[in-house]
């Protein structure tokens, strides 16, 4: 497989994630990672944005399409999902999804088949299944939508931009 390019990109942004949202996540990852055969998992993160600090808010776990290498969403779930942000007047962030391996960049079935491509939404990679978790957030791939492609983070911007807070975080499960 290949790599992504990496960049660090020339901002003040600050990512803020409450270790709350942190915990939400990789309890829904892990779902999937548990069944047999293990299957890909996705969340998608919400929150505010104040000029350049990014804050999540609230995890949603959308209704998917999983398997062991892809996890997709159906129209219908995306607007679930819409219909939540609407609720809690926050705005759609980025994805968190699981990869088998420890390869972390985005796949060419990543790309093609996120259902969310708007400049600035994140999009973080966890691996293994997220059977060892996500933390420290870097061993996860972190991309952001940029110029009509995922573009991967360096880990040096990933430390310096991203922080875990001891926070709360509202959570939806729209699986069921």
């Known amino acids: 497989m290949w790599e992504s390019e990496r960049f660090t990109p020339a901002d003040n942004k600050k990512y803020m994630i409450p270790n709350r949202a942190i915990m939400y996540t990789e309890k829904v990852l892990s779902d999937y990672g ?11 993160w919400a929150g505010r944005k104040d000029v350049d600090v990014i804050r999540v808010e609230l995890v ?16 219908e779930s995306n ?12 705005i759609h962030l ?48 972190v991309h952001r939508f940029e110029q009509d492609h995922f573009i991967r983070f360096t880990d040096e911007y990933v430390s310096d931009h991203f922080s875990i807070e001891d926070a709360n975080c509202l959570f939806e499960d729209l699986r069921k």
């Open 34 to 44: 548990k069944k047999r055969p293990s299957n890909e998992g996705l969340v998608y």
């Open 60 to 75: 949603i776990a959308p209704r998917t399409d999983s398997a062991a290498r892809r996890v997709m969403t159906s129209p």
């Open 79 to 90: 607007m679930k999902m819409i219909q939540v942000l609407d609720k809690y007047d926050m």
């Open 94 to 141: 980025g994805q968190v999804h699981s990869h088998p391996g420890s390869w972390v960049d985005h796949s060419e079935g990543d790309d093609e088949y996120a259902a969310f491509k708007i400049n600035g939404l994140l999009s973080l990679v966890v691996p293994s299944y997220c059977k060892d978790g996500m933390m420290p957030i870097e061993t996860c791939g």
